[in-house]
């Protein structure tokens, strides 16, 4: 796992892109403290996933409403999924695995 950030660059109930590799990552500070990844791009039109309206189980894009669970990054409405990764916080660093 490679650190990168702060969990103090995402407020709570939202999420931040961060560029990981050459991929773009959205990375949410759940409500309840924990913190999910996935791609970053809706795979509907692009949208970005990290502006999305979020709750502890799903993001919303905010372009045309599709969801996606923040946990698998499987499609609630029909969409392709997003790839989910695991991140884990240490020391206030975000450390995510590709």
Known sequence: ????????????????????????????????GSIRALDAVCPHKGGPLADGQIDLKQVVCPLHLNAWDLATG?????????????????????????
């Not at 702060?6 to 500070?29: C, K, L, N, Q, Y």
């Open 1 to 32: 796992m490679k650190p990168i950030g702060s969990v103090h660059d995402i407020p709570f109930g939202e999420g931040r892109t961060f560029s990981v590799d050459g991929r773009m990552i959205a990375v949410f500070r759940l409500r309840d």
């Open 74 to 98: 499987c499609s609630l409405s029909g969409q392709k999924p997003v790839a989910s990764y695991p991140v884990r916080i240490d020391d206030d660093l975000l450390f995510l695995e590709l």
